[in-house]
């Protein structure tokens, strides 16, 4: 482990899972907090969206499973009420039948629709749900079905265009794969004992999933500085600014700290790198750099497609987190690919990006902890035996 330590998180920059690893322990409490945060631990999302590719068969009956939405618009804190105001919809849904689509291992969903975002953003028919009170663990979701999705979401990374794709597919496999990472850390540190009917750690789960694969734990770190790095380029062109986070004049002063707050996430980072620290998290210009329009297209229509599946997912608290994280990495990919310091005027971000954007980055902070603590138990089994 003290080797794996000292192994470069990505090539060209030379930062270390050692070196992450104390940062993180600096910025866990204050994620911690910033999630729990009215602000923050509310997301509005449409949890009942028609599933775009397949017909979703066969759903998770478990109660884990299961999400708890805010269907009375007087239980959400007052940071949301005016935007919550006669928003609130009806959590009842009925899916149509859609025809099945044959997802072989060779095949591409096709690209349904073209904006600017790296995710589908909802706008209809959304609810909102307390994400503090419906935590991202073990759920049952398992076999036939979530396998059959993760396939669709990895047959993803098959370009059409471009000549120099290698570093682009990479990219975007590292993504998926450093995402996925961090689920199976999650439910794997909250695990159910079925003896105990209790949520805890379950090292061998981890390690059948996660840990026995260096590669899998190194792509989830270099989704922790994909992150950072555009926190940082947040910070560097002043985007928060002229950002609002809530209408109402009262809450100013709340509006002020938390913006601090968020910019404070970037300090340890530069405590450890100093004036480096910008360049050496994640150096976006490496991407992208030849047959530049039509590949950078066709990436941002294939991760939007992953967005789209999480429509698909069967369990709603699988879905809901599988929304917020493709959510908050699309968000990172816009702000690293799209934001151009020399001219911010047409970038845009909205409150479900930022949001989703922290409570990622706080996802992948809390798997980098429980890796720490997997690590002890491994050590005090290897002693016991
Ligand atoms: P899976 O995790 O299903 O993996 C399938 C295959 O992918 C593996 O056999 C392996 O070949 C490959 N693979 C696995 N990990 C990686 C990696 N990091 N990089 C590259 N390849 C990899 N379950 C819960 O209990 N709680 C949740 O919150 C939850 N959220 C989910 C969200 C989404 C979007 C999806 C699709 C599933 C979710 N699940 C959740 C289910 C969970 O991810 C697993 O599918 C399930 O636990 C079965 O795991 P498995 O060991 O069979 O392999």
Known sequence: ?????????????????????????????????????????????????????????????????????????????????????????????????????????????????????????????CVY??????????????????????????????????????????????????????ISTHLTNEFLDLDTKEYGPNLKQFMVKVGDFPDRLQNMYFNYILIAKALLKLDQFHVLDDFTLCQDPELAQKESALKDDIRSL??????????????RLFDERQLFQDDTISLKDEFKERFRNVSRIMDCVHCDRCRLWGKVQTTGYGTAMKILFELDGADNSSFTLQKTELIALINTFDRLSKSISAVGRFQDLYSTEIVRE
């Open 129 to 182: 749900v307390n994400l503090v009170d419906n935590p991202e663990r073990f759920t049952g979701y398992g076999g036939e079905q979530s396998l059959q999705i993760w396939k669709a979401i990895y047959n993803e990374n098959c370009f059409q265009f471009g000549h120099s794709q290698c570093v682009e597919k990479q990219f975007f496999y590292k993504v998926i794969s450093g995402m996925h990472s961090s």
């Open 266 to 279: 970037v300090a340890p980072f530069h405590d450890q790198f100093g004036s480096d620290s910008y360049a």
């Open 1 to 125: 482990y003290s080797e794996f330590l000292r192994e470069p998180i990505n090539d060209t920059t030379g930062v270390t899972i050692g070196q992450i690893d104390s940062i993180n322990k600096a910025l866990r409490p204050v994620l911690e907090s910033l999630t729990h945060e009215n602000f923050f631990k509310i997301y509005r999302l449409n949890l009942f969206k028609e599933c775009p590719f397949w017909d979703g068969e066969g759903f998770c009956m478990h109660r884990s499973c299961a999400v708890d939405t805010i269907d009375d618009w007087e239980d959400l804190p007052l940071i949301w009420q005016p935007e919550a105001l006669g928003k609130l919809e009806s959590t009842a849904h009925e899916r149509d039948h859609i025809p099945n689509v044959d997802l072989d291992d060779e095949t591409c969903i096709d690209a349904i629709s073209t904006n600017d975002n790296y995710c589908e953003i909802d706008e209809d028919d």
